[in-house]
């Protein structure tokens, strides 16, 4: 697999980490209930149109589920969905959140498509939600305000379809199934643990690939 391929992947896993993370706080916080609210807490966070098909949450057992989530392209990568997210379930830990920590006893998200689009202006979208989001975090201090992050107990990853389009050049154009479905992690106990299995999981998806010789037309260059 070359090398553009590998570096849209490690975006790949950076955005689902940020988002699951962003997901968390809304639960968190009471407007988290109300779904226009939450799509709006989303765009607010990352520059990008969400809409939410459904949003069940449970004081009892402390669990939020989102249904049906897309992200939509700014207008200069042309609008279209960027991420379809049919699920993503979190049960928070709360005796943790009590503490402090933002701990988490069971996740499960699944991305059934992700588009990457490269525009005529030479500019990636992944790459630059990656930048506009880092940029936010900075400018209003949440990196260092945020709270502690202690883990997940159970995370549940499904990754379907991945599709690159090059408006400069469409000879580059290449769609692939990542292949992960319903794969199981129980060693996240910090935010270092979740890099160092996402790391791993890039690797492997990236050795698949290889393997399974997906990628024939000439290198991509981002």
């Known amino acids: 697999m070359p090398g553009p391929i590998k570096k849209i992947l490690k975006w790949l896993v950076a955005i689902v980490g940020t988002l699951l993370l962003l997901f968390v706080v809304l639960f968190l916080f009471k407007d ?9 807490r989303i765009e607010r966070e990352t ?3 969400a809409t939410i098909g459904r949003l069940d ?10 249904r049906d989530i897309k992200l939509f392209n700014a207008p200069e990568f042309g609008g279209s969905v960027f991420a379809h997210i049919p699920e993503l379930y979190l049960r928070l830990d709360s005796a943790a959140a009590a503490s402090g920590p933002i701990r988490l006893r069971e996740a499960r998200v ?5 588009n990457v689009i490269k525009n005529a202006a030479g500019r990636t979208n992944i790459l630059e939600l990656h930048k506009r989001v880092s940029e936010k975090h900075k400018s ?9 992050f202690a883990g ?5 990853v499904t990754l379907g379809t991945l599709r690159y389009r090059d408006m400069q ?3 580059n154009n290449h769609e692939f199934d990542v292949a992960v479905k ?13 890099e160092t299995w996402a790391t791993m999981l890039l690797i492997r998806i990236v050795i698949q690939q290889a393997l399974l010789k997906a990628q024939t037309t000439a290198p991509l260059r981002l």
């Open 152 to 156: 997940i107990g159970e995370l549940r």
């Open 32 to 40: 988290a209930f109300l779904k226009k609210i939450a799509e709006a």
């Open 140 to 148: 209003d201090g949440s990196d260092n305000n945020s709270r502690e």
């Open 182 to 194: 319903d794969e199981v992690v129980t060693t996240i106990k910090n935010k270092k643990d979740f």
């Open 57 to 66: 949450s449970d004081l009892l057992t402390g669990s939020v589920r989102f």
């Open 47 to 49: 520059g990008l149109a």
């Open 110 to 114: 699944t991305i059934s498509e992700l």
């Open 169 to 171: 050049q469409p000879a």
